[in-house]
């Protein structure tokens, strides 16, 4: 493993098999569906291993699938969204999503015996909903990892991700950004993404 057990907490998984004996069980809500399969996808990454660009291609599907990129990224850039172009938009959704692709092929690298319990229990906020999980790793404390889902296109997907059910992904990011987009505009902020996807996320 390349990342610390905090940060690649979010995204690993183990969940329980539950044994149904009745029709009318409650099927499992297809939130918990999107997260079980990004944590599939990831063991897949690091069970397969190989090259950064390798891992990178069998993971970008599953990100296309799971993750609201589009979202994810206006959020993070945040009120200066509404002033940029389509075109830095578009650019900035695409650089985004080649940065995440990259931040995960990086630090997804191997396989150590890890594994994600995914909570039943899916909360409502709203018109999202929230997924807890709890990464245990060997001869490490377990982590807590929570996931804020939207509804799109009639799927759910991730719209952020909280480290230790507080830290905020998008939070973080959008502070990051705000600095760039003060100093470089929106072009800026796609070389920069670009930058970070070029080491790696």
Same mark, same amino acid.
């Given at each position: 493993?390349?990342?610390?057990?905090?940060? %690649? @907490? &979010? $995204?690993? $998984? &183990?969940? !329980?098999?539950?044994?149904?004996?009745? @029709?009318?069980? *409650? &099927?499992?809500? !297809? &939130?918990?569906?999107? #997260?079980?399969?990004?944590?599939?996808?990831? #063991?897949?990454?690091m069970k397969a291993g190989g090259s950064p660009q390798r891992r990178g291609a069998m993971? @970008? !599907?599953v990100l296309d699938r799971t993750f609201d990129l589009a979202m994810m990224t206006r959020l993070s850039v945040g009120p200066s969204w509404t002033t940029m172009t389509p075109a830095d938009q578009t650019g900035l959704v695409a650089? /985004? %999503? %080649?940065?995440?692709?990259?931040q995960y092929a990086r630090n997804f690298d191997h396989f150590g015996g890890e594994r994600f319990n995914v909570d039943p229990q899916v909360q409502? +906020?709203?018109?999202?909903?929230? #997924?807890?999980?709890?990464?245990v790793a060997p001869r490490e404390q377990p982590v807590a990892i929570s996931y804020r889902l939207r509804q799109s296109g009639g799927s759910w997907k991730i719209v952020d991700v909280f480290y230790k059910n507080a830290i905020s992904q998008i939070a973080t +990011?959008?502070?990051? /950004?705000?600095?760039?987009? *003060? +100093? *470089?505009? @929106? %072009?800026?902020?796609?070389?920069?993404?670009?930058?970070?996807?070029?080491k790696g996320g």
């Amino acid at each position: 493993m390349h990342l610390s057990t905090s940060l %690649r @907490a &979010a $995204l690993l $998984l &183990a969940s !329980p098999i539950v044994m149904v004996a009745s @029709a009318h069980a *409650q &099927a499992v809500d !297809p &939130a918990r569906t999107t #997260v079980e399969t990004l944590n599939e996808g990831l #063991v897949s990454i690091m069970k397969a291993g190989g090259s950064p660009q390798r891992r990178g291609a069998m993971i @970008a !599907p599953v990100l296309d699938r799971t993750f609201d990129l589009a979202m994810m990224t206006r959020l993070s850039v945040g009120p200066s969204w509404t002033t940029m172009t389509p075109a830095d938009q578009t650019g900035l959704v695409a650089a /985004f %999503r %080649r940065m995440t692709i990259a931040q995960y092929a990086r630090n997804f690298d191997h396989f150590g015996g890890e594994r994600f319990n995914v909570d039943p229990q899916v909360q409502e +906020r709203g018109g999202d909903k929230l #997924v807890r999980t709890t990464l245990v790793a060997p001869r490490e404390q377990p982590v807590a990892i929570s996931y804020r889902l939207r509804q799109s296109g009639g799927s759910w997907k991730i719209v952020d991700v909280f480290y230790k059910n507080a830290i905020s992904q998008i939070a973080t +990011r959008r502070s990051d /950004f705000a600095s760039v987009l *003060q +100093r *470089q505009g @929106a %072009r800026g902020l796609i070389s920069h993404l670009d930058s970070l996807a070029a080491k790696g996320g």
